[in-house]
């Protein structure tokens, strides 16, 4: 069924009359910033620190865009008798934004959180040549890199969390069991609370035995008056 000749005209020509009469919102940029939202994809920033030079982010980069040299130095046993070990030193880590899409593979495949997103936009150049920012300049851009957002406090706990404070509880009770150990220790080897005590109330030694004065029981076979029976 065919409509009215010229109602999409009428239509599109009511919708740029509504847009006419509404207000502007014009924001005055460089003079106004734009408030971009949390997880707004700007730049990538770089926290040298966690890079291990694992090659992660290089190797998943769809676009090749991440260039990193690194050397190998060999690190002095910690303790005396160890054997010495080697680490990667990190010489250069580059990312050729002209090349780059934005996708985030890299951060998101980075195992130490040395890659994070940040709203910074404003590094155009003119020369699509010194889009390629080295490690410097991206470790500048890590303290635009906006704090992360409050957990929810109805989430389920992180497992690390709770392993951690497992093992702290498992901790401070061993602790507390020994301390408990060694006091009871102590009280035992000054007689305090043992179950004999080692005085008798005339500062002999206390037995259970009846006293030997009325005679009933002597060890060296007197009536108990000093009489041999």
């Not at 998943?60 to 910690?78: G, L, M, N, Q, R």
């Not at 220790?185 to 030997?212: I, K, L, Q, V």
């Amino acid at each position: 069924m065919m409509g009215i000749p010229g109602s999409g005209l009428a239509k599109g020509l009511a919708v740029t009359l509504r847009t006419m009469t509404r207000k502007s919102h014009t924001a005055q940029y460089p003079d106004a910033q734009p408030e971009l939202p949390p997880r707004t994809r700007g730049v990538i920033g770089l926290f040298e620190e966690n890079c291990t030079v694992c090659m992660l982010c290089a190797r998943e980069c769809p676009d090749w865009c991440i260039y990193i040299d690194s050397h190998k130095e060999t690190v002095p046993p910690a303790a005396p008798g160890g054997r010495e070990r080697s680490r990667n030193v990190l010489d250069r880590f580059a990312i050729d934004f002209a090349l780059c899409m934005y996708c985030g593979i890299c951060i998101e495949v980075c195992p130490f959180d040395a890659l994070f997103w940040s709203p910074e936009f404003e590094y155009a150049e003119e020369d699509i040549r010194d889009l390629t920012h080295e490690r410097d300049k991206l470790r500048e851009w890590m303290w635009t890199v906006p704090a992360p957002p409050a957990l929810d406090p109805r989430a389920e706990e992180p497992k690390e969390i709770g392993a951690a404070r497992k093992a702290a509880d498992k901790l401070a009770a061993a602790e507390a069991a020994a301390a408990a150990e060694a006091e009871r220790a102590s009280g035992t080897s000054d007689g305090t609370d043992g179950p004999h005590a080692t005085n008798g109330p005339n500062g002999n030694n206390a037995t259970d035995e009846p006293n030997a004065s009325d005679g009933t029981h002597t060890t060296d076979g007197s009536d108990g008056n000093g009489a041999a029976t």
